[in-house]
Nanobody, 123 residues
């Protein structure tokens, strides 16, 4: 079972960038499909981005397409979410997720989750 720990969140201004990290332990992530989702205050969880185990396929929510990039470093057993041109509506707790079998845009189909990291974007 993969254990996931997110880091890199913080308070930034609109237009700034942040890079979130998701470090895995217990299992190597090289055979897992990875994803990020987020939950804003008072709202439901929302899928943000996914990356196939091979690293060759990605999927993004329309709201972040062109601004966010998901990537992985299998040697470090870590997945990243580079977030550029942040907007106040990106404010949320961001969660990392993994699945051995599912790759796609439905966050609830991922099996393993981290505890989340807070991202706050001020206007």
């Amino acid at each position: 079972q993969a254990q996931l720990v997110e880091s890199g969140g913080g308070l930034v201004q609109a237009g700034d960038s942040l890079r979130l990290s998701c470090a895995a332990s217990g299992r190597t992530i090289s055979t897992y499909h990875m994803a990020w989702s987020r939950q804003a205050p008072g709202k439901g969880r929302e899928f943000v981005s996914g990356l196939k185990w091979s690293g060759y396929s990605t999927v993004y929510a329309d709201s972040v397409k062109g601004r966010f990039t998901i990537s992985r470093d299998n040697a470090k057993n870590t997945v990243y979410l580079q977030m550029n041109n942040l907007k106040p509506e990106d404010t949320a707790v961001y969660y990392c997720a993994a699945s051995r079998t599912y790759f796609g845009g439905t966050y609830s189909n991922y099996n393993y989750w981290g505890q989340g990291t807070q991202v706050t974007v001020s206007s």
